[in-house]
């Protein structure tokens, strides 16, 4: 019985726990759903509550279609402007609080997920320390709800029907409608070649025998590491040991201090 349990936990067929907010951190019941709502006590992932505000969505009529006034808004601008707000809260957030592994904004319309931004660090503590700072923050003039999130695997959050075009609930769809990001910031935020590539296990020291040196598989295999690092071109050696990583850190710091200057005119957060 037990076992079984386990296995439909989170799912469906789970009469006790809402599947909704095991999946996606969410559910359009909230408070008063039938089901459990089983918060986390440390976890990756966290939610930033309805952070993101869509100008282009403010234009929506109820049935979802746009209406004349989002006719006039370029694309282009609204994907500049949706870029910028992006890179300041990854940037600024990864600054702060640690590496992130992966970061997502729902372009959904129903209330319980409408801006929401998910935020996946490499560490729990560095969330668990996002969430009990972020609290106490405002952003645009408005406080932030940041709260720690079950969800881990987004593929299972989406909404598949959305990704190849075809969802018929619209904004309203209960599962996640991802905004994308610009392919240009994508690469300059998480590496062209994805600089987590190389990481296996969030362990800094490598792998040691009993007696507290490196084993022969581990020395076999530096060594090799380092004649092919001798025999690669500066260029190259200098992007892989973290030259593009320093520069994309004083880029980014530079443009955030840009940023805050221009929020403040226009918005007068933080």
């Not at 976890?43 to 930033?48: E, K, M, V, Y």
């Not at 690669?232 to 200098?238: A, E, H, K, V």
Request: proline letters at 3%.
């Amino acid at each position: 019985m037990a076992e079984y349990l386990a296995s439909i936990f989170g799912t469906e067929k789970d009469k006790v726990n809402c599947s909704f907010y095991f999946k996606i951190g969410a559910c359009r019941h909230g408070d008063r759903c039938s089901r459990l709502h089983n918060r986390p006590t440390f976890s990756q992932t966290i939610l930033l509550q309805n952070l993101y505000l869509n100008p282009q969505n403010a234009a929506l009529t109820a049935d979802g279609s746009h209406s004349k006034l989002i006719l006039m808004l370029d694309d282009v601008q609204a994907q500049q402007e949706y870029d910028e707000f992006f890179e300041e809260i990854f940037v600024e957030l990864e600054d702060k609080y640690g590496e992130i592994e992966e970061m997502n904004v729902c372009d959904n319309l129903g209330d319980h997920l409408v801006g929401n931004v998910y935020v996946r660090f490499h560490k729990e503590e560095d969330a668990e320390r996002a969430v009990g700072e972020l609290n106490n923050r405002w952003f645009n003039q408005r406080p932030i709800h940041c709260e720690l999130s079950p969800v881990t695997d987004f593929r299972e959050a989406c909404c598949r029907q959305y990704e190849m075009g075809e969802c018929t609930r619209g904004g309203f769809c209960n599962f996640m409608h991802l905004k994308p990001i610009s392919r240009e910031l994508r690469r300059e935020l998480y590496g062209r070649n994805g600089r987590k590539k190389g990481r296996r296990s969030r362990s800094r020291s490598p792998p040691t025998s009993g007696n507290g040196h490196k084993d022969s598989k581990t020395r076999d295999r530096d060594d090799r590491h380092s004649s092919r690092e001798n025999g690669r071109p500066d260029r190259d050696r200098g992007n892989r040991q973290g030259g593009g990583g320093n520069d994309r850190r004083d880029r980014g710091g530079d443009r955030r201090d840009r940023r805050r200057s221009r929020s403040r005119d226009r918005h007068g957060r933080y």
